[in-house]
């Protein structure tokens, strides 16, 4: 079996094997899969980490603390300020491309492995990979909306905008538009929420992947899925507040789907 697995990873050779035939198994044995997915799997895509060490939203950007640029009251007061911040980190998406773990996931939704993705991304790189269900539970810039009048638009209307410096106006009543991305000071949408709750707890095996779990109400959905009897699988480089509780712990994501990756076929 060595010669199916890379060896160039910091996780010892022979734990790594016997953890994924673990994993292959619970695959095969469960009937309700859910994911939820973290940045982590977006790093793999090039796309920067918001929390880590030098993240997006962990350092200043022009003075100014990122997690209040991207609060409603700031929104308010100064989107033009949101906007010249945003260029550069949500609107240039085309640029990046899905990795390993996007294609494997949207191969198992076609596979009826599992019935979709929950993500605490914003990149619609799920969507781009092929998965056809996908809750993207902070949002996503896919749609605007006008602040005033509720008009809808499509991120290809607006990315052009921004990145010319505009800040976008609505067409019809001259509004601030606003990605519909939840902000601070914003709820969940609650749509989501419900269904998440729904999903976790009926689950019976929970795969959490590139998520430190720290972002709530988020963050307690494997914990939903594991006080029900689910069995969580959790791939994620740093520690999570869950790893006590999974059945299986991987901290390579692109290890573990390119071998996930060869072995579809007889899953």
């Given amino acids: 079996m060595s010669d199916f697995f890379r060896?160039?990873?910091?996780?010892?050779?022979?734990?790594?094997?016997?953890?994924?035939?673990?994993?292959?198994?619970?695959?095969?044995s469960s009937h309700h899969i859910t994911v939820f997915t973290g940045a982590g799997v977006s790093t793999l895509s090039g796309i920067p980490d918001f929390r880590g060490q030098h993240g997006v939203y962990t350092d200043p950007w022009m003075g100014m603390n990122v997690e209040d640029i991207i609060s409603m009251t700031f929104f308010r007061r100064r989107p033009d300020i949101f906007y010249k911040w945003a260029k550069d980190v949500w609107y240039r998406l085309e640029d990046y491309e899905p990795n390993v773990v996007h294609k494997v996931l949207a191969e198992m939704e076609s596979k009826h492995l599992i019935g979709g993705v929950y993500t605490q991304n914003i990149d619609m790189l799920h969507q781009k990979a092929g998965s056809k269900n996908v809750w993207e539970v902070h949002g996503s810039p896919r749609f605007h909306r006008c602040t005033k009048c509720g008009k809808k638009y499509t991120y290809s209307e607006i990315a052009p905008l921004v990145l010319k410096d505009e800040v976008p106006l609505c067409k019809s009543c001259g509004g601030v538009i606003k990605p519909e991305i939840v902000f601070y000071e914003e709820s969940l949408p609650s749509e989501i929420l419900e269904q998440a709750w729904k999903d976790f707890a009926s689950c019976d095996l929970c795969l959490v992947l590139g998520s430190s779990l720290t972002v709530q109400p988020a963050a307690s959905f494997p914990m939903v899925a594991g006080q029900n009897g689910a069995k969580l699988v959790i791939v994620n480089a740093q520690e999570t507040y869950q790893d006590s509780n999974a059945a299986v712990r991987f901290t390579d994501l692109r290890q573990t789907f390119e071998a996930l990756d060869r072995q579809l076929s007889e899953l």
């Fill in 7 to 28: 060896d160039d990873y910091s996780m010892p050779q022979e734990v790594f094997e016997k953890n994924f035939e673990k994993f292959t198994e619970l695959i095969k």
